[in-house]
Structures are given as C-alpha cells and as structure tokens.
C-alpha cells in the first residue's frame, strides 16, 4: 500500500510560480505511475499531467502544457509539479495519485489535495 501527501499549495498572484510536492510512503513506489488532478469550486476533478513509472513519459492537459512540468524522484519517493505562468484558472485544489495496475488487481491511491490560488 502506498500513502500520498501533497505540499506547496498557497496564494500567489497571476504570473507566478509555485512548485508542488507529493511525499509518497512505502518502498514501491518506483512502480507506480504518478499523476496530478485538480479541482475546482463547482466543477467535476479533471487531469493535468502524468508521468510513467520511470520517469520516462509525461503527459499533460493541453491547458497546461508548456506552463507545468510534472517530475519525479523515485529515490526520494517523491513526485513534483512545478507550474508557472499561474492563471486564475488554474485556482482548485491540487490533488496526487498514485496508480499500479497488475493483472490482478488495480492498486489507486490519492491525497487529502493543496490548494492554490491564483489571484488575477
């Protein structure tokens, strides 16, 4: 079993920069693919970026692309999304998710959520 616990939410103004964390738990975490989710008051959770167990591959929403970059450090058990250029459409509460899937069962995990605010 893998625990998540997001850091590095906060209030910052449109045009900023905030770098978010996830501390994972656990001593397979190099097996996990990691991703980040967010949402915001009133509206359903939706993706925004990805990256394969490894390292190796990323994905992202095409409304952050070229502004977030999602990283991971497996040593250290710990998943990263640095976001910069922050709109206020960018304002919810960040969310990690950790995702292992063997033939046999489905191993998904997810965090309490940071929240961030972007101020116009």
């Known amino acids: 079993q893998v625990q998540v616990e997001e850091s590095g939410g906060g209030l910052v103004q449109a045009g900023g920069s905030l770098r978010l964390s996830c501390a994972a738990s656990g001593r397979t975490f190099f097996n996990y693919a990691m991703a980040w989710f967010r949402q915001a008051p009133g509206k359903e959770r939706e993706f925004v970026a990805a990256i394969s167990s490894s390292g190796s591959s990323k994905y992202y929403a095409d409304s952050v692309k070229g502004r977030f970059t999602i990283s991971r450090n497996n040593p250290e058990n710990t998943l990263y999304l640095q976001m910069n250029s922050l709109k206020p459409e960018d304002t919810a509460v960040y969310s990690c998710?950790?995702?292992?899937?063997?033939?046999?069962?489905?191993?998904?995990?997810w965090g309490q959520g940071t929240q961030v605010t972007v101020s116009s």
């Open positions: 998710n950790a995702r292992y899937i063997t033939t046999f069962r489905d191993y998904n995990y």
